[in-house]
């Protein structure tokens, strides 16, 4: 009886791109809350309270900012209803504003600005007049005189004027201010007396209002437009050179918040999976199908996207993916799922991501060995394979395995042999530099492992995990 050794050098993420007897072992047709940034198998972070007091209401979380405003840290949380501030002296939320009506269309942007040499957060809804926020106090931004009272639901801030967008009255419209260097300053979007290069105005953007604005974001030399239907770029740094070129078709519409900047380039997530922007074209990633099964449940028009060091965060909406976020690691082009917690919006500060969501906390993401004192629940699922000889029956041996666990945690390890499963509970991998053996029983033409922790201890493998295997064939 002849033996091989299955090796799994090293681990990735997620691929749900091909039927999983072709899939390369370093990669997982089904994995959970699994960090495999350093080719090791490890039990992902959790998150623990940034903040320990809880912020009144009921209302849902449609956005969450984090950072200075002026010399200031604040953390301001804004829902259909109300914008509440954390008051650092009291230690305690208070309701900064109240809306006339609760929104409707539950989309909210904003962007850090200066107005009259005050420090503040625009924010915009589509539904109000954009507001100042200085994070003790909000009130109305620009006037009808200055032309700039406008229901905008989309800001940003390039070559040192105001852009906005999203206006249901005019959906096409792409306004922009007075440079901020004029009296005014970005509350002024009308002519200038002086020259028409300082004068505020708007462009439309497409020919057609069929394909409104949805979103727009400002990198170092461009201004991006999202449209439902496609993709637009503003360059230039005047009135009279104001340039709008269309760069790509896009087959769904793109929420304003599931675009992440990084450099003069970016990311932003789709229905029909990741893509890339490297400040000249937008394309679908090469391994956007990794994560195809998980995208055909979900809604992507609400995605919310933040970025950490190398990761990308998203969540995703769907009915039965209400608590899944998905991870990508920009440096190895991989994808983990995460699941067991609620996200409701996203905020990125100093490469920390802040999070927000139905428990109403702020917390701190990726911190934490559990999910602020709820265990994690990770797994990670080998293909199953034939290792390309059908007619081979494969007998599990032992399996080889090194790493580091909690002090008492156990592992569990599930094998599946033509689908009959057997299941062992492995205790304490006490170091990587000691191989832990596992015994094993059960035999099959195919074959698969699932590593999972018990209690939601934290674990560790090494890259290298080996499966010994007896091979035979059917005698008649």
Not at 231 to 246: A, K, Q
Not at 274 to 291: C, E, F, K, P, T
Request: aromatic share 10%; proline share 3%.
């Amino acid at each position: 009886m002849a033996q091989k050794l299955y090796r799994i050098q090293n681990f990735l993420g997620l691929n749900q791109a091909i039927d999983e007897g072709s899939l390369d072992a370093a990669y997982s047709p089904d994995c959970a809350n699994i960090d495999t940034s350093c080719g090791r198998l490890e039990t992902a972070k959790g998150h623990t309270k940034a903040i320990a007091a809880l912020i009144p209401g009921r209302d849902n979380f449609l956005s969450l900012y984090v950072g200075e405003i002026g010399t200031a840290m604040c953390y301001i949380a804004i829902t259909r209803k109300y914008i509440y501030s954390y008051d650092m002296t009291n230690i305690s939320w208070s309701t900064l504003y109240t809306f006339t009506a609760p929104l409707v269309q539950n989309r909210v942007d904003y962007i850090n600005a200066t107005c009259d040499g005050e420090d503040c957060l625009l924010i915009a809804t589509g539904e109000t007049q954009l507001l100042k926020c200085t994070g003790t106090a909000c009130t109305a931004f620009g006037s009808e005189e200055l032309g700039s009272n406008h229901l905008c639901n989309y800001v940003a801030m390039y070559q040192n004027r105001l852009f906005s967008g999203g206006e249901s009255t005019a959906p096409t419209r792409l306004c922009y201010s007075q440079p901020c260097t004029l009296a005014g300053g970005i509350e002024n979007w009308s002519e200038s007396t002086e020259s028409s290069e300082l004068s505020g105005g708007y462009i439309d953007i497409g020919p057609t209002e069929s394909d409104p604005i949805c979103g727009i974001k400002a990198l170092r030399n461009q201004l991006l437009i999202f449209k439902e239907k496609s993709l637009y770029r503003l360059i230039g740094d005047r009135p009279s050179n104001f340039t709008v070129e269309r760069l790509c078709d896009l087959n769904s519409r793109v929420a304003h918040t599931a675009f992440v900047a990084r450099g003069d380039g970016g990311f932003f997530m789709t229905r029909d999976g990741l893509y890339v922007y490297n400040g000249v074209n937008a394309y679908r990633s090469n391994d956007a199908d990794h994560i195809k099964k998980i995208l055909g449940t979900v809604n992507t028009a609400d995605c919310r996207a933040a970025c950490t060091s190398n990761k990308l965060v998203f969540k995703l909406d769907g009915p039965l993916l209400r608590d899944y976020c998905v991870e990508y690691d920009i440096n190895r082009g991989c994808y983990m799922l995460r699941t067991g917690f609620m996200a409701d919006a996203f905020c990125e500060y100093k490469g920390e991501v802040y999070m927000i969501n139905s428990n109403r906390y702020v917390y701190l993401y990726d911190n934490s060995d559990t999910y602020d004192g709820v265990p994690i629940e990770a797994y990670w699922k080998t293909p199953c394979t034939d290792l390309g000889d059908k007619g081979e029956i494969k007998g599990l041996v032992e399996l080889y395995i090194r790493g580091e666990s909690n002090t008492g945690s156990s592992i569990c390890v599930e094998t599946y042999s033509d689908g009959k499963q057997e299941l062992y509970t492995v205790d304490g991998l006490d170091s990587p530099q000691v191989v832990k053996d596992v015994r094993l029983n059960g035999e099959g033409r195919t074959f698969a492992v699932r590593v999972s922790n018990l209690n939601g201890g934290h674990f560790s493998i090494c890259a290298g995990l080996e499966l010994l295997l007896s091979c035979r064939r059917r005698v008649n």
